[in-house]
């Protein structure tokens, strides 16, 4: 587990760059550029579930999407499985490999197509693949995994398009459809935040079951650092194109290093009216990815920001073993690694 | 104490093509002054429907059957629209919509819309309106120039605050959410939490607040309803309710919520879909989905009854029997 790692990602940057009108263009020396996600590194291991949180533009999706090369990153690298993502041109070899990693989208009314049926929806990867030649063969695949997803009789549903489904069906047939592949690794992005409590946890449980059995790598992103306590096995803490924290999912839920990390753990609320929650210090907004603050990118918002703080970038450094944080309050570690 | 807010009895169907969906289904409760109800239920359980009724802001193919909402001696079900616009709405009670992202107008600044707001419902000048209108702002923790603004210049927390502004400008003696913070980031959702707390104690409002999310109800309020298809399966105290569930779905609802504390449990999760109001189940409505069914749950609908505590109330054959 430890030397194969699935998925490695070195140094990943993306920025985008902002297209501006014909005559801002003349009087503009450079485009403006919206950090997106800047110099992140992680690893993650075969059947292990590692999550990204944070808050809408950290660059978690811009993170999820480049895994699976739908965009392309500015700078860095990204290993699946020793391999270069970027070392492959032809349309022909990503293919190949996208047989292997698959992506699940967070709303389902837009990821699934409203004209086609929901048998064609989850048989379109095998057919793009060539996996299976029979019709009769397709047929069985798309049966079997809609009855992993519970949905069942898969007759009743293979004929229906989306619209006639609910929500919580419809996230259904999209873990399906990423499923038929048997995919090594997964990118499920907030996969269950448009659902409600109730049938969140059950398209939750079938996503881990099969996650189980098939042993498949899973980047899970999403915002809600509870959700993320109960699936992953570690998690990566993002603010504003960083990652401000690493580590085990409960290490760094029951000790969070970081004062972002202490906020969003704060934030959640509790089902538990007698419970008194701690009280949330943070003050505003996440500030623009455009122009990001100078030092440590959280210091506009940071309770307990010093001099230092304004100037000086923090480096992900390793606290103990697994254990990584950005933030000069716990820079006495001196063995900077990524 | 007389109920500021009394609700008996309300039904409120829609009418569709395939016959009526029964949205509202013999709906009851009361709110005293200061209170914060939560409505809590899955999506399509009809608690945004209530809240419609109430302010009867409803669409043509909607029909209130039977019941009435009685404010201060007033029956709003048996007024004219004239009289609900003029004396109900904003006044007395006011709406803070879902998605604050698309209710606000794109095209008039927010000091505008709040002042149009205003100028409707009370005999002062724009100017007045206006001033007002900054010092709303400064209430929810928004700067006063901000009134200049339009919607989109603004950040989804920020649009959310002005909604709330807006929902105040007329001293209302109770304002509706509806899903206030379904749309926005942990930290904005706990800032804007924490405004409408605040809000409440300074200006002595009664809240309604409609969410699935039983965790934000669990802060915020001090009574609560959990709503089943149409009708209310449980109604009392936030405390005991979320310690000692009566009923097999606020139990299930309430264990579906990950929580940041204590220790990690799994995530349980509520079997089936929920069903379809044009044909509700008959019996008790929760059954084909409940752990805990038998034979009679089928036959026969339990009714909201109250327990041995004045302010609690079930509708589920299991409890007293």
Not at chain 2, 23 to 45: H, P, Q, R, T, Y
Not at chain 2, 107 to 129: C, P, R
Not at chain 2, 176 to 183: G, H, L, N, R, Y
């Amino acid at each position: 587990m430890k030397d194969e790692a699935t998925m490695e990602v070195q140094n990943l940057v993306k920025h985008f760059e902002i297209k501006l009108g014909f005559f801002k263009t003349l009087i503009t020396k450079q485009a403006p550029v919206v950090h997106a996600v800047d110099n992140i590194s992680f690893k993650i291991a075969k059947g292990e579930i590692f999550g990204l949180v944070g808050e809408s533009g950290c660059g978690k999706t811009t993170t999820g999407r480049a895994l699976v090369r739908l965009i392309e990153p500015t700078e860095g690298k990204i290993f699946f499985q020793g391999i270069d993502l970027a070392s492959l041109s032809i349309e022909r070899e990503v293919r190949k490999l996208r047989r292997k990693m698959q992506i699940i989208f967070q709303d389902p009314y837009e990821s699934l197509n409203p004209r086609m049926s929901i048998f064609d929806i989850i048989a379109e990867p095998l057919r793009i693949q060539k996996i299976v030649e029979k019709e009769e063969e397709v047929h069985e695949s798309v049966a079997k995994a809609m009855e992993d997803l519970d949905l069942i009789p898969p007759e009743e549903f293979m004929y229906r398009f989306p619209h006639e489904l609910s929500g919580g069906q419809r996230q259904r047939v999209a873990v399906a459809r990423a499923f038929v592949l048997k995919p090594e690794f997964l990118v499920a992005d907030e996969p269950v935040s448009m659902l409600d409590a109730s049938i969140r946890s059950a398209v939750l449980k079938l996503l881990l079951g099969l996650q189980k059995r098939l042993q498949t790598a899973f980047l899970y992103i999403t915002h809600d650092i509870a959700i993320s306590r109960h699936i992953c096995d570690r998690i990566a803490v993002m603010y504003l194109g960083k990652i401000v924290e690493k580590g085990s999912t409960d290490d760094v839920i029951q000790k969070p290093l970081h004062p972002y990390t202490e906020a969003l753990i704060a934030a959640v609320p509790v089902p538990d009216p007698t419970a008194r929650r701690i009280e949330v210090v943070i003050k505003g907004e996440v500030p623009s990815a455009i122009n990001p603050p100078p030092g440590c990118r959280f210091h506009t918002r940071c309770p307990h920001a010093t001099e230092i703080c304004r100037k000086k970038e923090p480096p992900l450094l390793k606290i103990e073993k697994n254990r990584y944080v950005a933030c000069h309050l716990h820079g006495s570690s001196k063995n900077t690694e990524s | 104490m007389e109920p500021l807010l009394k609700v008996e009895n309300l039904k409120m169907y829609y009418e569709t093509i395939r016959g009526y969906v029964k949205a509202v289904d013999d709906i009851s409760f009361e709110m005293n002054k200061k209170e914060a109800l939560g409505l809590a239920g899955e999506s399509g359980c009809g608690k945004t429907s209530v809240a419609l009724t109430i302010l009867r802001l409803l669409p043509s193919n909607a029909k209130i059957v039977d019941g009435s909402v009685t404010l201060a001696d007033e029956d709003i079900v048996k007024m004219s629209e004239k009289e609900v616009r003029e004396k109900i709405r904003w006044k007395r009670i006011s709406m803070i919509f879902q998605g604050a992202m698309n209710a606000l107008h794109p095209t008039y600044t927010i000091g505008d819309q709040i002042v149009e707001a205003i100028v409707k419902h009370e005999d002062v000048s724009k100017g007045e309106a206006m001033e007002r209108a900054g010092e709303l702002l400064e209430l929810v923790g928004m700067k006063r120039s901000r009134v200049k603004r339009y919607p989109h210049e603004l950040s989804g927390g920020m649009k959310q605050r002005a909604m709330t502004a807006m929902a105040l400008s007329c001293n209302p003696d109770l304002v509706i959410a509806d899903e206030p913070t379904t749309a926005l980031d942990v930290i904005v959702q706990a800032q804007v939490l924490k405004v409408m707390k605040e809000l409440k104690d300074r200006l002595d409002l009664s809240i309604i607040l409609i969410s699935h999310d039983l965790s934000m109800i669990a802060e915020t309020c001090n009574k609560v309803a959990i709503m089943y298809a149409g009708k209310i399966v449980e109604y009392g105290d936030i405390v005991p309710i979320f310690k000692e569930p009566l009923h097999p779905y606020t139990e299930k609802l309430i264990s579906a919520f990950p929580s940041i504390l204590g220790p990690k449990t799994e995530l349980s999760s509520i079997r089936g879909f929920p069903p379809d109001l044009l044909q509700p189940p008959p019996g008790c409505r929760f059954h084909p989905r409940c752990p805990h069914a038998t034979e009679i749950c089928q036959r026969e609908e339990p009714l909201l009854e109250k327990t041995g505590n004045e302010e609690r109330a079930v509708a589920c054959h299991l409890y007293g029997r």
